[in-house]
């Protein structure tokens, strides 16, 4: 069985009546993808006049379409255990609910304290972000938790909000944010 991939890029958006774009997360590595197949993704980022949320993989994604790097966050130290060695084994992760700092006041973190307790599942993280983003949150494992562009609706976070419970509500109070602000957005 063969598979056929559709790529869009802004134009495509644009013609769509969308709210909002989410970009979520992926397990590909980024050195698998040849600079093609990321040419509309990134395309699509930078030309699209629709709010964007991208979501662990996605928030890279946005990161390095705005001239940003990424990569593993680090290799486990001898003798540290790796919680989950069948994904990416010998490198370190952020699994389960943890807590992210808010470094900067913003409308994506509405209603919300100094400290977040969100959902975490990755390997890899931003190294540096773009000019065109300012990062407004970090936790002691990952220094770039959430990005928002300077002067356009566009966010990343590292961390998954639409995984959430009644213990860690904080991940559904970021998705009713960017909501809202994508709502704003298109009036």
Same mark, same amino acid.
């Given at each position: 069985?063969?598979?056929?991939?559709?790529?869009? *890029?802004? %134009? &495509?958006?644009?013609?769509?009546?969308?709210?909002?774009?989410?970009?979520?997360?992926?397990?590909? *590595?980024?050195? @698998?993808?040849?600079?093609?197949?990321?040419?509309?993704? #990134?395309?699509?980022?930078?030309?699209?006049?629709?709010?964007?949320?991208?979501?662990?993989?996605?928030?890279?994604?946005?990161?390095? $379409?705005? /001239?940003?790097?990424?990569?593993?966050?680090?290799?486990? %130290?001898? /003798?540290?255990? *790796?919680?989950?060695? +069948? #994904?990416?084994?010998?490198?370190?992760?952020?699994?389960? #609910?943890? $807590?992210?700092?808010?470094? +900067?006041?913003?409308?994506? !973190?509405? =209603?919300?304290?100094?400290?977040?307790?969100?959902?975490?599942? &990755?390997?890899?993280?931003?190294?540096?972000?773009? *000019?065109?983003?300012?990062?407004?949150?970090?936790?002691?494992?990952? @220094?770039?938790? $959430?990005?928002?562009?300077?002067?356009?609706?566009? !966010? =990343?976070?590292?961390?998954?909000?639409?995984? !959430?419970?009644?213990?860690?509500?904080?991940?559904?109070?970021?998705?009713?944010?960017?909501?809202?602000?994508?709502?704003?957005?298109?009036?």
């Amino acid at each position: 069985m063969s598979q056929s991939f559709i790529w869009l *890029d802004g %134009s &495509h958006l644009d013609e769509l009546p969308l709210l909002a774009m989410v970009i979520s997360g992926n397990r590909t *590595d980024w050195e @698998k993808y040849t600079p093609s197949q990321l040419q509309q993704p #990134y395309e699509a980022v930078r030309s699209s006049n629709v709010p964007i949320l991208g979501i662990c993989g996605g928030h890279q994604l946005v990161c390095k $379409a705005l /001239g940003g790097s990424v990569g593993p966050m680090r290799r486990l %130290s001898e /003798g540290e255990p *790796d919680p989950y060695p +069948r #994904y990416m084994p010998g490198y370190f992760k952020e699994r389960g #609910y943890s $807590a992210v700092r808010i470094r +900067r006041e913003h409308e994506l !973190f509405a =209603g919300l304290g100094r400290k977040i307790v969100v959902h975490q599942s &990755h390997y890899c993280e931003v190294k540096e972000v773009p *000019d065109a983003l300012e990062v407004l949150a970090d936790s002691p494992s990952c @220094k770039i938790q $959430a990005v928002a562009h300077r002067t356009r609706p566009i !966010f =990343g976070v590292q961390f998954h909000p639409e995984t !959430f419970d009644q213990a860690h509500p904080d991940g559904r109070t970021v998705l009713e944010n960017f909501f809202k602000i994508a709502r704003s957005a298109r009036r």
